[in-house]
């Protein structure tokens, strides 16, 4: 038997869920750069990668497929971008810059997060209520605003994650002691399998999974 053609309303659901994270890994690797560069280092700034423009940032595979393949199953939608270089060679205090420039990118998807989430109850207020909603403009928008947390949520808490090449493991890196660089060293040597393994096993749906479900029940006041 065939498989039911895909609704008009979930083909927008997940067109909205792609833009949304282009411009979430846009702000997510642009404040990268931008923190590398007030510490120092303008690589970044040098290789036009401080934009909010997606196509300096993104990646065909981990920006565009990945995130489409999850939103079409059904699954957490995450993703990823080009990283941007950074060379903390020259600084001063290159473990502090380390660590500020590693947090930059979640607390950024955080902010724009609690951006979004302030302008979803707005639009929701002034919206029509009931059936009348989602042959409004105002469904377009709501939808935005709802996807623009869950998915800053999800990017932010994904790349928190003490997994080499994420931004977590950079934190925790900051914080190692010289008597740990020998297992910090293999910890990045293999930290990419690492991360196939809780992609391709479930754990990272795991992970993230649960608090998308919380934002979606805390925003729209039941179940996802």
């Not at 939103?71 to 473990?95: C, E, M, Q, T």
């Not at 979640?106 to 109850?121: D, E, H, K, Q, T």
Request: net charge positive.
């Amino acid at each position: 038997m065939p498989d039911a053609p895909i609704s008009p309303d979930k083909v927008l659901e997940i067109v909205i869920q792609v833009v949304v994270l282009l411009f979430a890994v846009s702000v997510h690797e642009s404040a990268h750069g931008w923190v590398a560069l007030r510490c120092g280092d303008s690589t970044a700034r040098d290789l036009g990668r401080i934009t909010l423009n997606p196509l300096k940032h993104v990646d065909p595979f981990g920006s565009l497929l990945v995130p489409a393949l999850l939103a079409f199953s059904g699954a957490p939608i995450f993703g990823w971008a080009k990283p941007v270089p950074v060379s903390l060679r020259g600084v001063r205090n290159p473990r502090r810059a380390n660590l500020l420039v590693s947090a930059a990118g979640p607390l950024s998807n955080f902010a724009v997060a609690i951006l979004g989430g302030a302008a979803f109850f707005v639009i929701r207020a002034i919206a029509p209520a009931g059936p009348g909603l989602r042959d409004s403009f105002f469904y377009p928008l709501l939808l935005v605003s709802l996807y623009t947390v869950a998915v800053n949520v999800s990017l932010g808490l994904f790349n928190l994650l003490p997994i080499p090449p994420l931004d977590g493991f950079g934190v925790v890196e900051s914080f190692a002691p010289a008597r740990w660089i020998r297992g910090v060293m293999w910890v990045r040597r293999y930290g990419f399998i690492l991360l196939v393994v809780a992609v391709f096993t479930g754990g990272l749906s795991a992970v993230l999974g649960p608090p998308q479900r919380f934002l979606f029940q805390l925003l729209l006041g039941g179940p996802s």
